[in-house]
């Protein structure tokens, strides 16, 4: 390590001590650098070392039952939409019926998902909600932090599979709720995300808070005041916004 | 062969295809080592339960992204656990609480040893604390003020008023001298 001039940045760098944007400008370096890679292999090894040098704390058993039952959410889910793709293939394959003289049944539409008992993240069968909600429940409870009643921060869950790390807060200050994204998919081809304000026992409410994240960031004012709101809602939109959700939400913050 | 026999990179390939039972191992073997570094970083107990809730979340999320070609899980682990912390300790000023409150909780919460692997790493965990020790005192400062404490570079030069390129000089040399000491421990993060 002689000659580049961005040697003495490795030791920043495997310490996790560069600000955002000198971390994102030496990883592109990193990349064309062979000096620099050959810094970073050899201070990593005492980095990674470093962790040991924590007292051995024994994490509390409740800590292990939050994380499971979301896991174990995440698994019914994924067993109750692949049952329900292989439920629905039979269908396609069968000859069309042939068609009833007597008055046409009424398609059966839906219950929105928010007038179902409890909001979760997707739709999941009556047998495995149980589940699902007390998962969101437990996580929800957890991840409320901050100080007074007066301004505090909720991190929410968010369900975003192309973007498992992404995360979202919202800080409520005054009745007013600001919400961070970070790390967040941009929304589908001609849609924004919405935020919406879910009070007990009514719809949620639209709000003219839409946003599209750029580089995976954004911070939405909600004008809308938030008294007796019990989540607040992100869903993607059509442009210009939805005055009714038109997809499930992709986070959930409960204030409440 | 039972999950308590597989490897933690033969776990992580069921972890990826969905294996809750799987993940559970992953994180009975790592969650110590998680929470202390979590709980490290951010001073108290609440925080680092987040932290910890975060990376697993995440880990199980997204076990495809474990390349093990860059490292053990347990590096790969304690790796976003720490990103994590940092996140926290940006973002929401936990900087200010830390040191504040939970003191006295090491002797609630320290982990016993149970069996050989875990004495084994208490063992390593005092070769690193002592040679961190033999650090002189302005290189090992830099390094725990940026790696446990969560500080850039140039808010360590802040606090310690001292050029920025002091720092990174005292945070490279304290890093080549651990690495020197630590010797054949490098494997004890496998």
Same mark, same amino acid.
């Given at each position: 390590?002689?000659?580049?001039?961005?040697?003495?940045?490795?030791?920043?760098?495997?310490?996790?001590?560069?600000?955002?944007?000198?971390?994102?400008?030496?990883?592109?370096?990193?990349?064309?650098?062979?000096?620099?890679?050959?810094?970073?292999?050899?201070?990593?090894?005492?980095?990674?070392?470093?962790?040991?040098?924590?007292?051995?704390?024994?994490?509390?058993?409740?800590?292990?039952?939050?994380?499971?039952?979301?896991?174990?959410?995440?698994?019914?889910?994924?067993?109750?939409?692949?049952?329900?793709?292989?439920?629905?293939?039979?269908?396609?394959?069968?000859?069309?019926?042939?068609?009833?003289?007597?008055?046409?049944?009424?398609?059966?539409?839906?219950?929105?998902?928010?007038?179902?008992?409890?909001?979760?993240?997707?739709?999941?069968?009556?047998?495995?909600?149980?589940?699902?909600?007390?998962?969101?429940?437990?996580?929800?409870?957890?991840?409320?932090?901050?100080?007074?009643?007066?301004?505090?921060? #909720? =991190?929410?869950?968010?369900?975003?599979? $192309?973007?498992?790390?992404? !995360? &979202?807060? *919202?800080? %409520? +200050?005054?009745?007013?709720?600001?919400?961070?994204?970070?790390?967040?998919?941009?929304?589908?081809?001609?849609?924004?995300?919405?935020?919406?304000?879910?009070?007990?026992?009514?719809?949620?409410?639209?709000?003219?808070?839409?946003?599209?994240?750029?580089?995976?960031?954004?911070?939405?004012?909600?004008?809308?005041?938030?008294?007796?709101?019990?989540?607040?809602? #992100? =869903?993607?939109?059509?442009?210009?916004? $939805?005055?009714?959700?038109? !997809? &499930?939400? *992709?986070? %959930? +913050?409960?204030?409440? | 062969?039972?999950?308590?026999?597989?490897?933690?990179?033969?776990?992580?390939?069921?972890?990826?295809?969905?294996?809750?039972?799987?993940?559970?191992?992953?994180?009975?073997?790592?969650?110590?080592?998680?929470?202390?570094?979590?709980?490290?970083?951010?001073?108290?107990?609440?925080?680092?339960?987040?932290?910890?809730?975060?990376?697993?979340?995440?880990?199980?999320?997204?076990?495809?992204?474990?390349?093990?070609?860059?490292?053990?899980?347990?590096?790969?682990?304690?790796?976003?656990?720490?990103?994590?912390?940092?996140?926290?300790?940006?973002?929401?000023?936990?900087?200010?609480?830390?040191?504040?409150?939970?003191?006295?909780?090491?002797?609630?919460?320290?982990?016993?040893?149970?069996?050989?692997?875990?004495?084994?790493?208490?063992?390593?965990?005092?070769?690193?604390?002592?040679?961190?020790?033999?650090?002189?005192?302005?290189?090992?400062?830099?390094?725990?003020?940026?790696?446990?404490?969560?500080?850039?570079?140039?808010?360590?030069?802040?606090?310690?008023?001292?050029?920025?390129?002091?720092?990174?000089?005292?945070?490279?040399?304290?890093?080549?001298?651990?690495?020197?000491?630590?010797?054949?421990?490098?494997?004890?993060?496998?």
């Amino acid at each position: 390590m002689n000659g580049c001039e961005h040697r003495e940045t490795v030791a920043s760098y495997v310490l996790g001590a560069l600000p955002d944007d000198e971390h994102e400008r030496f990883v592109a370096h990193l990349v064309t650098c062979d000096e620099c890679q050959s810094g970073v292999a050899e201070l990593q090894v005492a980095a990674d070392a470093l962790p040991l040098a924590a007292m051995q704390l024994v994490p509390p058993p409740e800590l292990k039952d939050r994380i499971m039952a979301v896991v174990h959410a995440d698994v019914a889910r994924r067993e109750a939409e692949a049952e329900a793709a292989q439920a629905a293939q039979p269908a396609q394959a069968e000859p069309p019926a042939t068609p009833e003289p007597a008055r046409p049944a009424r398609p059966q539409r839906p219950r929105p998902w928010w007038r179902r008992p409890r909001l979760a993240l997707r739709p999941v069968p009556a047998a495995l909600a149980a589940a699902a909600l007390i998962a969101l429940g437990v996580a929800g409870g957890v991840l409320v932090s901050g100080g007074d009643e007066a301004a505090r921060t #909720v =991190t929410a869950l968010v369900d975003a599979p $192309s973007a498992p790390g992404a !995360r &979202a807060t *919202v800080a %409520v +200050a005054d009745e007013h709720a600001t919400l961070t994204v970070r790390d967040f998919p941009a929304p589908p081809e001609g849609r924004v995300y919405q935020v919406w304000l879910k009070r007990p026992g009514r719809d949620p409410e639209p709000t003219g808070a839409l946003f599209t994240p750029r580089g995976g960031r954004a911070v939405v004012e909600v004008r809308d005041g938030v008294g007796g709101v019990e989540q607040v809602l #992100v =869903t993607d939109e059509p442009r210009g916004g $939805s005055r009714v959700p038109t !997809r &499930a939400p *992709v986070v %959930v +913050a409960r204030l409440t | 062969m039972g999950l308590v026999h597989l490897a933690d990179e033969d776990l992580m390939q069921l972890v990826r295809r969905g294996d809750a039972a799987a993940f559970e191992m992953v994180y009975d073997r790592h969650a110590t080592a998680a929470f202390s570094l979590a709980y490290r970083m951010t001073g108290t107990r609440n925080a680092a339960e987040d932290v910890v809730q975060e990376a697993f979340l995440s880990l199980w999320r997204s076990g495809a992204r474990y390349d093990h070609t860059r490292g053990s899980v347990r590096t790969w682990v304690l790796g976003i656990v720490h990103n994590r912390a940092i996140d926290a300790l940006r973002r929401s000023m936990v900087h200010d609480r830390r040191r504040a409150s939970d003191e006295g909780i090491e002797e609630r919460f320290e982990a016993r040893e149970r069996t050989d692997v875990e004495a084994a790493r208490r063992d390593e965990a005092r070769d690193v604390r002592e040679a961190l020790e033999t650090l002189p005192p302005e290189q090992s400062k830099v390094i725990e003020l940026a790696y446990f404490g969560g500080f850039t570079h140039s808010e360590i030069a802040s606090m310690l008023d001292t050029p920025i390129g002091t720092v990174k000089g005292r945070m490279r040399l304290g890093l080549e001298k651990l690495r020197g000491q630590l010797g054949g421990l490098a494997g004890a993060m496998s």
